[in-house]
């Protein structure tokens, strides 16, 4: 596969089994620094089961993912975010019982705790005059996806769209270089819709973050990606542009549930793969 210069993950050949089930087969792709990188495709062709593989909820049956050229696939979870790769979640994960600003210091703690420097400046420093630091980040980051108003409210009693900002208010506080969004648009009216293609092209343009998302709304993907990977049965059925990409025969009939023979000649290997 030939290198490319601004290349910060790489994807190759990742499969994954559950048991009987084969999520994902060999699976290949990379994601260059600076870009925003959609991944789609049909309910239950693997997209969350790739991500959980980057961000080291899973581990691959087979296949490598790199990072800056490195072995990813031997850290933690832990040491994933340390190393600069954040997420939100499909189905949102905040502590309801705790207020907006508990939640992001959350995140924000997490990165104070394993970071050595970090954690050595806190000590040496003065944690008085690092701590004022650390809360000035997270009051950017609240000011940034305006949610002052809301700050010391529980997370649990807010609207949706509310919710899945400050879940992306948690992963940005680790400062992360490349972040996972998983639906990041799911349950949104049009107006949250909007507001969320805001802060996410601005997450790339004003805290230099490189995107990875996984969404259905194609006019949301057309709009806001690079590139673009679609995934069908667990593989790789097409990736680009996205205008490429959706205009691609195979990408239109695995959306529309139509016949087609490569299709369905994969659908039979991931049955007989399974089996
Ligand atoms: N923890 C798990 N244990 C067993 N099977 C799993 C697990 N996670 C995912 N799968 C299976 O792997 C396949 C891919 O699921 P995955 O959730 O990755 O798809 P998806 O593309 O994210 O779907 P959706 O768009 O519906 O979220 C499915 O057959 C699913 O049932």
Request: hydrophobic share 45%; proline share 2%; aromatic share 6%.
């Amino acid at each position: 596969m030939a290198d490319h210069d601004n290349t910060l993950l790489r994807v190759d050949g990742v499969s994954l089994r559950f048991g009987g089930v084969k999520a994902l087969s060999d699976v290949n792709f990379d994601v260059r620094k600076g870009e925003l990188f959609s991944l789609i495709g049909p309910n239950g062709a693997g997209k969350t089961s790739m991500l959980n593989c980057i961000s080291g909820r899973y581990r691959p049956t087979e296949g490598k993912i790199e990072w800056r050229g490195n072995d990813l696939l031997k850290h933690s979870i832990n040491d994933r975010a340390n190393l600069g790769i954040g997420r939100t979640f499909q189905n949102l994960a905040l502590f309801s019982h705790m207020s907006v600003l508990d939640n992001i210091l959350v995140g924000r703690h997490h990165r104070l705790k394993n970071n050595f420097l970090t954690g050595m400046a806190y000590w040496v420093g003065g944690a008085r005059r690092e701590e004022l630091n650390e809360r000035r980040y997270v009051e950017t980051i609240i000011d940034f996806l305006e949610i002052q108003h809301v700050r010391n409210e529980s997370a649990g009693i807010l609207s949706y769209g509310l919710r899945k900002r400050v879940e992306l208010a948690r992963a940005m506080a680790i400062e992360p270089e490349l972040i996972l969004l998983d639906e990041p648009m799911a349950g949104m009216n049009l107006e949250e819709k909007e507001d969320m293609a805001r802060f996410i092209l601005a997450l790339r343009e004003e805290f230099a973050m490189t995107i990875m998302m996984i969404e259905h709304d194609m006019g949301v993907v057309v709009d806001l990606s690079d590139r673009v990977a679609v995934l069908d049965f667990g593989r790789v059925i097409a990736a680009g542009q996205p205008e490429d990409v959706l205009a691609d025969e195979h990408v239109k009939k695995a959306y529309l549930g139509e016949d087609d023979e490569m299709l369905h000649a994969l659908a039979e290997e991931q049955e007989r793969a399974s089996a």
